[in-house]
C-alpha cells in the first residue's frame, strides 16, 4: 500500500513539473521503473515501461515538431522554425529569475525571441511578418506544452492502473 501512495505521489509530481518546463514525464517514467524493481509483483511490467518510455520520447519529440510548426504556419522560415525550437530550449534551461515558474517564462520567451531574431537574420523575401512568425512560435510552445501534459495524464492514468491492478 505504501508503493501505490509513492508511485501515485511521484506521478502527481511528475504531473505538476511537466507545464513549468521541467522533466516531469521523466521523473514519472523514473518512478514507474523504481516500482517496477522494488515490487516485482506490483503490476507494472515490461509492457507498462516499455509503453509509457515510447510515450515519453514521442511527448518530447512533439513537444519541438509542435513549436517549430506553428512558425513555419504562421509564416516563418526554416530558420524561424529552428529558431524557436533552440530559443525554446535555451529559455527553458536559462528561465527567467522568478520563482516556480522562471523555466516555463523562460521556455515561452526564449521560442518567440529565437523565432523573431531568427526571421529577421532572413532576406526580406521571407513570408511573414517577424512579429507574426514569433507570435505563432509562442502559439506552438503553449499548445506543446498542453499537449505534453496531456500526455502525461495518459502515463499516469496507464502506471497508476496497472499497479493498482497488479496488486
Excluded: D
Amino acid at each position: 500500500m505504501l508503493s501505490l501512495a509513492l508511485l501515485g505521489a511521484a506521478l502527481v509530481g511528475g504531473l505538476l513539473l511537466i507545464p513549468f518546463g521541467l522533466p516531469g514525464l521523466w521523473v514519472m517514467l523514473g518512478a514507474a521503473l523504481l516500482h517496477w524493481v522494488l515490487v516485482p509483483l506490483g503490476g507494472i511490467g515490461l509492457w507498462t515501461t516499455a509503453g509509457a518510455g515510447a510515450l515519453v520520447v514521442a511527448a518530447e519529440v512533439l513537444e519541438f515538431t509542435i513549436s517549430a510548426r506553428y512558425t513555419r504556419k504562421y509564416g516563418g522560415s526554416r530558420r524561424a522554425s529552428w529558431g524557436a525550437v533552440v530559443g525554446g530550449l535555451v529559455g527553458a534551461v536559462v528561465g527567467i529569475p522568478v520563482p516556480v515558474v522562471g523555466s516555463l517564462i523562460g521556455a515561452f520567451a526564449g521560442a518567440f525571441l529565437g523565432a523573431l531574431v531568427a526571421e529577421l537574420s532572413v532576406a526580406r523575401e521571407a513570408r511573414g511578418t517577424p512579429v507574426r512568425v514569433a507570435t505563432g512560435a509562442l502559439v506552438g510552445r503553449v499548445v506543446a506544452a498542453a499537449a505534453k501534459v496531456g500526455i502525461g495524464v495518459v502515463v499516469a492514468v496507464w502506471v497508476m492502473a496497472a499497479a493498482v491492478v497488479g496488486t
